[in-house]
């Protein structure tokens, strides 16, 4: 299992876009094949940083997924969305895999 963490940085007077943004990728997201853990808004501190966080079987699996997502209506839809609004300035993915199971049993 791979996680992918997508850190944005956001317009801070385009909150409310991301946030739309990220409901949508709430029902597309899972519906496509990932397991999505969540996005998350600025609320304290920064007020441009803002993730996206899913978890997918493998890459190959993960080239599967995006292809289903972009032929997903919704999907399409947001990335028009994004695209149109401006409010995503940059993004990045990080790859990780889980290095700390199983959790609280003895080692």
Request: charge should be neutral; hydrophobic fraction near 40%; proline fraction near 5%.
């Amino acid at each position: 299992m791979l996680t992918c963490i997508i850190r944005y940085r956001i317009d801070p007077a385009k909150k409310a876009e991301f946030e739309r943004y990220a409901r949508n990728w709430g029902q597309a997201i899972p519906r496509c094949g990932a397991d999505l853990v969540g996005y998350y808004a600025p609320h304290e501190g920064s007020s441009t940083l803002a993730y996206g966080i899913y978890n997918i079987e493998s890459l190959a699996a993960y080239e599967a997924y995006r292809a289903r997502l972009a032929a997903d209506p919704l999907g399409r839809e947001n990335y028009e969305f994004a695209q149109r609004e401006r409010f995503l300035l940059a993004e990045d993915r990080t790859w990780l895999k889980l290095a700390s199971a199983p959790h609280g049993g003895e080692v």
